[in-house]
Nanobody, 127 residues
């Protein structure tokens, strides 16, 4: 059964850190680029970061660049999002998603249709 399961969300103080994990089952993981998206209450979903199938290419939204780091372990079928220097505006439900991607790139731009989505994990940043 194809599945993406996020974990690692929770409560953090401003300036703190959290590490999200996205564990995949049921598909050929290293054929897929993986993206992290988030949706805050009352706001549209936005792309946060992505990583190519091999892990050689990563991209970040300007709002998280320099604070978040995405990585993947294809042997474990898992992608990670290390979030440092968290801000209250990072509060959102975070989703990982997979898209079949034949090349060496990735993107979370609008218009890229991701094939599979996880159920999301809530990140709350407050003092």
């Amino acid at each position: 059964q194809l599945q993406l399961v996020e974990s690692g969300g929770g409560l953090a103080h401003p300036g703190g850190s959290l590490r999200l994990s996205c564990a995949a089952t049921g598909f050929t993981f290293d054929h897929y680029a993986i993206g992290w998206f988030r949706q805050a209450p009352g706001k549209e979903r936005e792309g946060v970061s992505c990583i190519s199938r091999s892990g050689g290419t990563t991209n970040y939204a300007n709002s998280v660049k320099g604070r978040f780091t995405i990585s993947r372990d294809n042997a474990k079928n898992t992608v990670y999002l290390q979030m440092n220097s968290l801000k209250p505006e990072d509060t959102a439900v975070y989703y990982c998603a997979a898209v079949l991607w034949g090349g060496l790139a990735c993107s979370v731009a609008a218009g890229i249709e991701y094939d599979y989505w996880g159920q999301g994990t809530l990140v709350t940043v407050k003092a």
